[in-house]
């Protein structure tokens, strides 16, 4: 099947399986790579990716889901060269190490932020929940999407 959507701004088109995962057209058709696959079933958040203004793992999306869709991946935060202020906080605050997790979480900061400029701690936890690190604690994750809070 044919399948039309706009991701980072830019409309495309793809022929895919009908059960063809989103993560996969992403990273194989599309050759985003920055969304990346960790369990695969839609509990490690490694995969989030935003479809219009929410947070989604893309191992368990349907790409057939996303006709019409706005998408946002990781490669689509900077911009002309800039690093996005999320993408700026989580390295001011230290919060990439391995980095596995780092587009996942700054998507679902985003995610957040959008909706909610200014986020309570409890607001930040819930967001986040849905995104699992193994390296940082969570701690200097959670203070990086405070910083970008206040910045914007
Ligand atoms: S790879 Fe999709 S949630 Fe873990
Ligand atoms: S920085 Fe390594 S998994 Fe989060």
């Known amino acids: 099947?044919?399948?039309?959507?706009k991701i980072n701004?830019?409309?495309?088109?793809?022929?895919v399986a009908p059960?063809?995962?989103?993560?996969?057209?992403i990273r194989d058709n599309l050759g985003l790579t920055g969304t990346k696959e960790g369990c695969s079933k839609g509990e490690c958040g490694a995969c989030s990716v935003i479809v219009d203004g929410e947070i989604v793992d893309s191992c368990i999306f349907p790409v057939s889901q996303?006709?019409?869709c706005d998408i946002i991946t990781i490669e689509g935060m900077s911009k002309g060269g800039k690093l996005h202020p999320?993408?700026?906080?989580?390295?001011?605050?230290?919060?990439?190490?391995?980095?596995?997790?780092?587009?996942?979480?700054v998507l679902a900061a985003k995610a957040l932020l959008d909706k909610?400029?200014?986020?309570s701690d409890e607001d930040?936890?819930?967001?986040?929940?849905?995104?699992?690190c193994r390296c940082t604690g969570y701690t200097k994750i959670k203070n990086a999407v405070k910083k970008a809070a206040k910045k914007r």
């Open 19 to 25: 059960e063809a995962r989103l993560l996969d057209v």
């Open 66 to 68: 996303a006709e019409g």
């Open 116 to 119: 909610k400029p200014h986020p």
């Open 86 to 105: 999320i993408q700026k906080a989580f390295i001011e605050e230290g919060a990439v190490q391995c980095g596995f997790c780092t587009p996942g979480m």
């Open 9 to 15: 701004g830019k409309k495309v088109a793809v022929d």
């Open 1 to 5: 099947m044919r399948i039309s959507f």
């Open 124 to 132: 930040i936890k819930e967001a986040l929940s849905g995104n699992l």
